[in-house]
């Protein structure tokens, strides 16, 4: 059974581009959540989709948008890229509120 | 911002010997708390749980104490192994399902 699967593992982007990072959950989990994760810090909440909706969302400008599928995969976009943009996104799944959310290896996103 | 946060960013302990990393937190309504284990290049990897109306939970060679009177949290580690070089986070959310809140993290040091 495979975990929480993340594509691509690595990705550099110029300044002003736009970047699509791609999760598939834990098989049996509907619920998606990403992370930012600075270097030396710990993850940041972007938002949370479920059941094709986001439906919680944290600190993060509108330039962070997302979307979940019907098989409940999910994809992050940014747009505009900032310098600081650079980090390790986290994508984590879960399925309901009794169980824990499991993370996947993340994407680690450099812009130049 | 961030209500989780860890008194000390580096621990250096002594193979064999016990680790405890501590965690103040100040968001009394939070219902669960967690440790993480964060590898270098890898994404955060659940290691145990503890809900409010517990004080002390145990898992394989670890324990987590919860104090809500003074708002602390921390990790035990037995017999710490070289396998268990990492950083820690400690973390909360309402639900397990809801948005995770991380602190910064602490960096676990296996001394040979």
């Known amino acids: 059974d495979a975990g929480v699967t993340q594509s691509p593992t690595h990705l550099i982007k110029t300044r002003g581009q736009q970047v699509t990072l791609r999760c598939s959950p834990k098989?049996?989990?509907?619920?998606v959540s990403w992370y930012q994760q600075a270097l030396g810090q710990g993850p940041q909440f972007i938002f949370q989709?479920?059941?094709?909706?986001?439906?919680q969302r944290g600190n993060f400008p509108d330039r962070f948008s997302g979307h979940q599928f019907p098989n409940y995969s999910s994809e992050l976009n940014v747009n505009a890229l900032l310098l600081g943009d650079s980090a390790l996104y986290l994508c984590a799944s879960s399925s309901g509120s009794w169980e824990t959310q499991y993370f996947g290896p993340g994407t680690r996103l450099l812009v130049l | 911002g961030e209500s989780v946060g860890l008194h000390l960013p580096t621990l250096s302990v002594q193979e064999g010997d016990n680790s405890i990393i501590n965690c103040a937190y100040s968001n009394s309504a939070s219902d669960y708390f967690i440790w993480y284990k964060q590898e270098s290049g890898k994404g955060p990897q659940f290691i145990i749980d503890?809900?409010?109306?517990?004080d002390k939970r145990q898992g394989q060679r670890v324990t987590v104490l919860l104090n809500k009177t003074v708002k602390h949290l921390s990790l035990q580690i037995a017999a710490t192994q070289p396998g268990d070089s990492a950083v820690y986070f400690c973390?909360?959310?309402?639900?397990?399902?809801?948005?995770?809140?991380f602190g910064k993290g602490t960096r676990l040091h296996i001394l040979p």
């Open positions: 098989s049996g989990h509907d619920t």
């Open positions: 973390a909360e959310n309402m639900n397990r399902d809801d948005k995770i809140i």
């Open positions: 989709y479920y059941e094709e909706e986001e439906r």
């Open positions: 503890i809900r409010s109306n517990m």
